[in-house]
Structures are given as structure tokens and as C-alpha cells.
């Protein structure tokens, strides 16, 4: 298994930026493509954005494109999701996740392993 541990949330202004990291360790971080997703209050889980293992390839929300960006560093172990033009609306707990197949993360929204999450809370 792979080990999960998401950083950067925080509370910001509409409008602001935000960068979440997630360091990977356990299993070579390169084995696995990574995803992040959020769940806010009263809401289902929901798919923000996937990176696969070379990092060439990224899904994203329709709810998250064209602000936020996902990236990973292997020789970091860490996959990132900068997120900009932040909205009330993008208020949740973030949770970072892996899985040998992208399209598990992508199209069935599961993942092999998950972080503890880290809340973004975006103010009006």
C-alpha cells in the first residue's frame, strides 16, 4: 500500500489561491496514478482531478477546469492540485488518493488508497 498525507488547506478569500500537496510513501510513488477529491457538507464525494504515473496525462471536473491544475513531482513523491479563482462553492474536505489505474480514479471514482483529507474553506 501506498500512504497518504494531504497539507495546504486553510481558509481564503473568493477569488484566492490555494496549493494542496499530498506525500506519497509506502509503495513507489511512480507505480501509481494519483487523484484528488472532495466532499463538502450534506454532499456526496465527488472527482476533482487525476494525473496518471508519467504525469502526461490529467482529467479534470467540469466543475474545476481551467482553474484548477493538477501536477506531481516523483522525485518528491508528491502530487499537487493548485487551485485558483477559488468560489464558495469549492468549500470541502480535500482528499488525495492513488490507484494503479487512472481510470479507476477517473471513471469509477475509487482509489486503492486514501489520505485523512485537509478542509479548504473559500469565503464570500
Known amino acids: 500500500q501506498v500512504q497518504l498525507v494531504e497539507s495546504g488547506g486553510g481558509l481564503v478569500q473568493a477569488g484566492g489561491s490555494l496549493r494542496l500537496s499530498c506525500v506519497a510513501s509506502?509503495?513507489?510513488?511512480?507505480?501509481?496514478?494519483m487523484g484528488w477529491f472532495r466532499q463538502a457538507p450534506g454532499k456526496e464525494r465527488e472527482f476533482v482531478a487525476a494525473i496518471s504515473w508519467s504525469g502526461g496525462t490529467t482529467y479534470y471536473a467540469e466543475s474545476v477546469k481551467g482553474r484548477f491544475t493538477i501536477s506531481r513531482d516523483n522525485a518528491k513523491n508528491t502530487v499537487y492540485l493548485q487551485m485558483n479563482s477559488l468560489r464558495p462553492e469549492d468549500t470541502a474536505v480535500y482528499y488525495c488518493?492513488?490507484?494503479?489505474?487512472?481510470?479507476?480514479?477517473?471513471?469509477?471514482?475509487?482509489?486503492?488508497?486514501w489520505g485523512q483529507g485537509t478542509q479548504v474553506t473559500v469565503s464570500s
Open positions: 488518493a492513488a490507484d494503479p489505474r487512472i481510470a479507476a480514479i477517473v471513471n469509477v471514482g475509487r482509489a486503492t488508497s
Open positions: 509506502g509503495r513507489p510513488f511512480s507505480s501509481y496514478a
